[in-house]
């Protein structure tokens, strides 16, 4: 069992940066694959990054190549995203997800743990 939860949301203005963070509980944390996901008001929960158990594959939304990087630190049991030239558009509620394998990560399919996602708003 993993319990993921999320930290580092909050206001913004526009281009300026957050750093979201995913605490992890439990032993396995370096097994898992990792990501983030968000969902905007009244629009379905969307993929946003993939980072694979040992942090050697990631994978990214267009929208936000070139200004988010995911990262983890398997030591700490954490991922990490950094967001930078926020967008209005970028605002909605983040989400943490861990699933044994890169590709459901990716393709968000049953994923095995999900956090309780935070805030994230770009005023402009």
């Known amino acids: 069992q993993v319990q993921l939860v999320e930290s580092g949301g909050g206001l913004v203005q526009a281009g300026g940066s957050l750093r979201l963070s995913c605490a992890a509980s439990?032993?396995?944390?370096?097994?898992?694959?990792m990501g983030w996901f968000r969902q905007a008001p009244g629009k379905e929960r969307e993929f946003v990054a993939a980072?694979?158990?040992?942090?050697?594959?990631?994978s990214y939304e267009d929208s936000v190549k070139g200004r988010f990087t995911i990262s983890r630190d398997n030591a700490k049991s954490t991922v990490h995203l950094q967001m930078n030239s926020l967008k209005p558009e970028d605002t909605a509620v983040y989400y943490c997800?861990?699933?044994?394998?890169?590709?459901?990560?990716?393709?968000?399919?049953?994923?095995?743990?999900w956090g309780q996602g935070t805030q994230v708003t770009v005023s402009s």
């Open positions: 980072i694979n158990w040992s942090g050697s594959s990631t």
């Open positions: 439990g032993p396995t944390f370096s097994s898992y694959a």
């Open positions: 997800a861990a699933d044994q394998y890169y590709s459901n990560v990716r393709w968000a399919r049953g994923l095995d743990f």
